[in-house]
């Protein structure tokens, strides 16, 4: 068994005098640090650093890294997040020398085969969007919805039209009405129908000379592709707005259905969730976004473009060859949005992703994901019900409030449940449109035998007494935090008793 003590914080570990290092005797005459630094840098203290001896210090964190979950480790079924198993051959190719010793200061001269490989991204990302232009540069989806949001606005500033509403539906992603609250938009809300599928009698009712865009996603958060997607593009054309897809579900569609086809005006991409990159724990993320040609003037500068020139090469004198820029001269631009030309790291390996698949094969990862996620809805739809039907796309919503009412076991104790079985929990409350909501999303890279453990310990679980879930998780450091009093009462400070 774990000691208990590898979980306590490094200051509860700390004893005056240990060290994990010691400094050679200084070989230089010495003078006081008062001398050397302006008094106005120097703090009135050291820091209240802990002291720990070099083992202490490897052993907290190997322990601690033990503890978390992952895709390398675990099922992580995280609805509408896709957590799918990342290739490591992708890794390799974004470690190579030439791709991670390169500075963006550099001349472009010295930088043609990164341009190379971001310009045929761009081409990629373009054609599976079934869109005219891309911006590589915004950092995570978020980042993307809000430059996307700022390229609308800069369209309709030029074009002498003053538009205020974004709409969204009830059952969007929180980043939505975020970005549109970021980029200056009042939002409002468009209902759903049980089904899941959008109200358009409600959408109708929206669509005034004020409405700049309606952003949604497709297939939506229940895990449904919008039947009458092309009736509600139209009809928000009609009245002079755009068609932003909220691209976190493109896993459900790749080589199947292209977002321009339908009537998108401007997409994002979440390129560690529909291609291969690192996901979560607040690192390094891309969002590029996706417009038809009248919007592109205004995308982020640079973008990478390519010309045909005389080759530099002596030996080739007299041929012509492709050579890569970063364009700046784009006057109608809404500037940068990021430093340089984006997460480039994140960006091979979305490249990377793309061609070892192909247009067949990126096809086949939508059909697996939608195959899986079919499976195991089939297998838990007779104790936890499923209330926008029996098919799905990439994910489903289902509902414990069945069980909620009868048991008194809720959606939260059957995550946290999950948990004591090595499974990372499904995404609960979300959306609020459905009641005791579980989203579940299993991917495409995950075996029938994964699956079938999934469901038969989630099966498991719904027969257990009511108690034993209400104190799970048994078997992990910590229980159930107050997660309330964490929010309204963050420690900032530590303790001056550490």
Known sequence: ?????????????????????????????????????????????????????????????????QLNMSVDTHFYPLGSCTMKYNPKRNERVAAMPGFSDLHPYQSEGTLQGMLQLLYELQEYLQEISGLDACSLQPSAGAHGELTALWV??????DRGEKRTKVLVPDNAHGTNPASAAMAGFTTVTVKTLPSGTLDIDDLRRHLDNQIAVFMITNPNTVG????????????????????????????????????????????????HKTFSGPHGGGGPGAGPICVTEKLAPYLPA???????????????????TDRYHLDYDRPKSIGRVR????????????????????PDGLRRVSENAVLNANYLLSRVKHCLPVPQGDRCMHEFVAS????????????????????????????????????????VEPTETESKETLDAFADTLIRIMEEDADLLHDAPHTTPISRPDEVRAARQPMLVWPETY
């Open 1 to 65: 068994m774990r000691n208990t003590r590898d979980t306590n914080l490094l200051f509860e570990l700390s004893e005056t005098g240990r060290r994990a290092h010691r400094l050679p005797a200084c070989d230089v005459p010495e003078r006081p640090v008062g001398e050397l630094v302006p008094a106005s840098a120097l703090a009135a203290a050291p820091p209240a650093l802990p002291e720990l001896s070099e083992p202490q210090v490897v052993r907290h964190f190997a322990n601690l890294s």
């Open 152 to 157: 609308a606005a800069t369209y309709f500033r």
């Open 224 to 271: 449904i592709f919008e039947p009458r997607i092309r009736e509600i593009a139209d009809a928000v054309h009609q009245a002079g707005g755009l068609v932003y897809l909220d691209g976190a579900n493109m896993n459900a569609i790749l080589g199947i259905a292209r977002p321009g086809d339908f009537g998108a005006d401007m997409q994002h991409y979440n390129p």
């Open 302 to 320: 640079p973008v990478v473009i390519k010309t045909t020139e005389p080759s530099p090469d002596p030996s080739l004198q007299g041929r012509e």
């Open 339 to 358: 430093a340089f030309f984006g997460n480039v790291g994140v960006l091979v390996r979305a490249y990377c992703y793309i061609r070892t698949h192909g």
């Open 400 to 439: 414990a409030a069945k069980v909620k009412t009868e048991k008194g076991i809720s959606a939260m104790d059957l995550a946290k449940r999950l948990l004591d079985f090595g499974f990372h929990a499904p995404t609960v409350y979300f959306p609020l449109t459905v009641k005791e909501s579980i989203m």
